[in-house]
């Protein structure tokens, strides 16, 4: 019964991933928003700006790329702040040759450190957004661009279509633009309004089952009260990339330029039985009369990643009652007003947002002190443990329900019975001592 219970709380894993839903994030996506600013003889003059809404998934290294089809035979005269990856066919053009005549054109962020006349706001940061919930500011991205052969009125532009997002990898999906009230700006010395002549919307929302078919994370068990530690399920990440696994004693593991990203962004995992780039521990560390406390361990096992602000986030009914953390940055996170189950961890920032790649620094560890709740405290059947766990964004594969660490029959002892036990003996020693 117990087991079914649990099988209940942690679907199978596939089933969750199917939707572009996140029950812990269930309005996280990200916003492309096109404002014309202006128009030109043979079409307009945009600035897009990309916002990340999500809480706790960030676009790492390499960045983002985006990708659109034209709905006519529109050229892009001019790019700032972004580029398109290639040029295509502009040979019919003599005069003023396009940035690019793509029918479908992919662009990509530019890197900081750029000239400042090729500079747009919230441009060059290499395609790297931050999540909303631990920056909003640096979870904007923006460019301008400049089309041509296009419509030249908002009843004339035809809007483009087919957007794809890569953020690196796949895992979003686009919907349609659609026209949206026109987007107002404030003048620098907020005492006058402009607006954008159009603006349009597309919504991008991401699904982990897309993404990939395994997830990229796995986490293990123990407690103060068993000595059983429940390590990650076997090929919980597959097994299919075994072969390319290196053992962290190996000569191999030592060799020069290991560490080095390929550009297709490959992982190199240490070999484990588990092979999952990332392995979160949660052990139950310790019971006080008011509080208990946790550790948590976050271990890189991939040779060629370094975890740039890093999240982490758990779902556990106790998260309503978080006293102190110790080591990371903490913030509660209430998808549901009525419910206070879920908080998001990550690194202070110049101390332990990087986790660096498998090897005796790919290590992260904090703990968190927690307040009892008496009415629904408890260590038994598995209660102390993390209903759901995600990094970056992915969720990760939890241990069987039976596999949780018991409460030994001797943790059922409550301080009533042990202090009754203590009156028993002192009054057998009172009883003794009179009849001397």
Same mark, same amino acid.
């Given at each position: 019964?117990?087991?079914?219970?649990?099988?209940?709380?942690?679907?199978?894993?596939?089933?969750?991933?199917?939707?572009?839903?996140?029950?812990?994030?269930?309005?996280?996506?990200?916003?492309?928003?096109?404002?014309?600013?202006?128009?030109?003889?043979?079409?307009?003059?945009?600035?897009?700006?990309?916002?990340?809404?999500?809480?706790?998934?960030?676009?790492?290294?390499?960045?983002?790329?985006?990708?659109?089809?034209?709905?006519?035979?529109?050229?892009?005269?001019?790019?700032?702040?972004?580029?398109?990856?290639?040029?295509?066919?502009?040979?019919?053009?003599?005069?003023?040759?396009?940035?690019?005549?793509?029918?479908?054109?992919?662009?990509?962020?530019?890197?900081?450190?750029?000239?400042?006349?090729?500079?747009?706001?919230?441009?060059?940061?290499?395609?790297?957004?931050?999540?909303?919930?631990?920056?909003?500011?640096?979870?904007?991205?923006?460019?301008?661009?400049?089309?041509?052969?296009?419509?030249?009125?908002?009843?004339?532009?035809?809007?483009?279509?087919?957007?794809?997002?890569?953020?690196?990898?796949?895992?979003?999906?686009?919907?349609?633009?659609?026209?949206?009230?026109?987007?107002?700006?404030?003048?620098?010395?907020?005492?006058?309004?402009?607006?954008?002549?159009?603006?349009?919307?597309?919504?991008?929302?991401?699904?982990?089952?897309?993404?990939?078919?395994?997830?990229?994370?796995?986490?293990?068990?123990?407690?103060?009260?068993?000595?059983?530690?429940?390590?990650?399920?076997?090929?919980?990440?597959?097994?299919?990339?075994?072969?390319?696994?290196?053992?962290?004693?190996? #000569?191999?593991?030592?060799?020069?330029?290991?560490?080095? !990203?390929?550009? *297709?962004?490959? /992982?190199? %995992?240490?070999?484990?039985? $588990?092979?999952?780039?990332?392995?979160?521990?949660?052990?139950?560390?310790?019971?006080?009369?008011?509080?208990?406390?946790?550790?948590?361990?976050?271990?890189?096992?991939?040779?060629?990643?370094?975890?740039?602000?890093?999240?982490?986030?758990?779902?556990?009914?106790?998260?309503?009652?978080?006293?102190?953390?110790?080591?990371?940055?903490?913030?509660?996170?209430?998808?549901?007003?009525?419910?206070?189950?879920?908080?998001?961890?990550?690194?202070?920032?110049?101390?332990?947002?990087?986790?660096?790649?498998?090897?005796?620094?790919?290590?992260?560890?904090?703990?968190?002190?927690?307040?009892?709740?008496?009415?629904?405290?408890?260590?038994?059947?598995?209660?102390?443990?993390?209903?759901? #766990?995600?990094?970056?964004?992915?969720?990760?594969?939890? !241990?069987?329900? *039976?596999?949780? /660490?018991? %409460?030994?029959?001797?943790? $059922?002892?409550?301080?009533?019975?042990?202090?009754?036990?203590?009156?028993?003996?002192?009054?057998?020693?009172?009883?003794?001592?009179?009849?001397?």
């Amino acid at each position: 019964m117990i087991a079914y219970i649990y099988l209940c709380m942690f679907p199978y894993y596939t089933s969750k991933f199917e939707t572009a839903y996140d029950p812990l994030d269930p309005t996280g996506n990200i916003t492309i928003k096109w404002d014309v600013m202006s128009w030109t003889p043979d079409g307009y003059v945009a600035a897009v700006t990309m916002n990340n809404f999500q809480m706790y998934r960030q676009i790492s290294n390499p960045g983002w790329t985006l990708t659109w089809s034209w709905a006519k035979k529109e050229v892009i005269w001019t790019m700032v702040g972004a580029q398109t990856t290639e040029q295509g066919d502009c040979s019919k053009f003599k005069a003023t040759i396009p940035h690019c005549c793509k029918k479908t054109p992919t662009v990509v962020d530019l890197l900081p450190g750029v000239p400042y006349n090729q500079q747009f706001t919230n441009c060059c940061k290499g395609g790297v957004l931050a999540s909303w919930g631990q920056d909003p500011l640096a979870a904007v991205s923006g460019f301008q661009v400049s089309v041509g052969q296009a419509g030249t009125s908002n009843k004339t532009v035809k809007l483009p279509k087919n957007f794809t997002l890569l953020g690196p990898g796949p895992g979003y999906t686009c919907g349609p633009a659609k026209v949206v009230p026109s987007t107002v700006f404030l003048t620098t010395d907020r005492r006058r309004k402009t607006q954008a002549l159009m603006t349009w919307n597309v919504t991008c929302t991401y699904s982990q089952f897309l993404a990939s078919k395994h997830p990229s994370c796995c986490v293990s068990f123990s407690s103060f009260y068993n000595e059983t530690i429940v390590p990650c399920k076997s090929c919980a990440c597959g097994c299919h990339n075994k072969n390319t696994c290196l053992k962290s004693d190996s #000569v191999l593991a030592h060799k020069a330029g290991i560490n080095t !990203p390929k550009k *297709d962004n490959s /992982p190199l %995992l240490q070999c484990t039985h $588990h092979m999952c780039p990332i392995r979160v521990h949660w052990h139950v560390k310790q019971n006080y009369k008011d509080y208990w406390r946790v550790k948590m361990s976050v271990t890189n096992f991939n040779y060629r990643m370094n975890y740039t602000e890093w999240t982490l986030v758990a779902q556990h009914p106790n998260l309503n009652n978080v006293t102190q953390v110790f080591s990371f940055d903490y913030k509660p996170l209430i998808p549901y007003q009525s419910v206070n189950d879920t908080g998001m961890f990550y690194g202070m920032k110049f101390y332990n947002d990087l986790l660096m790649e498998a090897g005796p620094l790919g290590n992260i560890q904090s703990e968190v002190l927690m307040r009892k709740d008496q009415n629904t405290f408890t260590f038994k059947q598995g209660w102390a443990f993390p209903r759901r #766990v995600y990094f970056n964004g992915d969720e990760c594969m939890l !241990p069987p329900p *039976d596999a949780y /660490p018991s %409460l030994p029959n001797s943790g $059922h002892v409550n301080s009533i019975s042990i202090m009754q036990k203590a009156a028993s003996v002192l009054l057998i020693m009172f009883s003794i001592c009179f009849s001397l």
